[in-house]
């Protein structure tokens, strides 16, 4: 039972400190408080809420895997080296997909909504 506790306790700790260190990481999570409190406020269906869940979710565990595959990268070395560089760029990359796709899906879902209000 103590490894379970110890490994939640050790991502929950991975999660916080990538929150303090990753500027992009508070913009994810900023978003995401503002995309729920749209979602409170237009009172967006079960399935639209799944599919906000389903976006945070990609894209602030890909912000992490990103953040991971960074840290891991500068301890393997501080010279400047092609393969860690791209390494890096392809995991940001990733991110940029997925944050992208969440977009789409936050206009799809809340553009309809503020044209209804405003008619």
């Given at each position: 039972?103590?490894?379970?506790?110890?490994?939640?306790?050790?991502?929950?700790?991975?999660i916080i400190s990538s929150f303090k260190t990753e500027k992009?990481?508070?913009?994810?999570?900023?978003?995401?408080?503002?995309?729920?409190?749209?979602?409170?406020?237009?009172?967006?269906?079960?399935?639209?809420?799944?599919?906000?869940?389903?976006?945070?979710?990609?894209v602030i565990g890909s912000e992490l895997f990103n953040t991971?595959?960074?840290?891991?990268?500068?301890?393997?070395?501080?010279?400047?080296?092609?393969?860690?560089?791209?390494?890096?760029?392809?995991?940001?990359?990733?991110?940029?997909?997925?944050?992208?796709?969440?977009?789409?899906?936050?206009?799809?879902?809340?553009?309809?909504?503020?044209?209804?209000?405003?008619?």
């Amino acid at each position: 039972m103590k490894k379970i506790v110890n490994s939640f306790k050790y991502a929950i700790e991975g999660i916080i400190s990538s929150f303090k260190t990753e500027k992009n990481m508070k913009i994810h999570i900023f978003i995401a408080i503002c995309v729920i409190g749209l979602g409170v406020f237009f009172k967006i269906s079960k399935i639209e809420w799944i599919a906000c869940i389903l976006s945070f979710v990609l894209v602030i565990g890909s912000e992490l895997f990103n953040t991971a595959i960074e840290t891991v990268v500068d301890m393997i070395t501080t010279d400047k080296d092609e393969k860690a560089k791209l390494a890096k760029d392809i995991a940001a990359g990733a991110v940029l997909i997925f944050a992208i796709g969440s977009a789409m899906i936050g206009f799809l879902i809340f553009v309809p909504k503020i044209f209804e209000k405003l008619m």
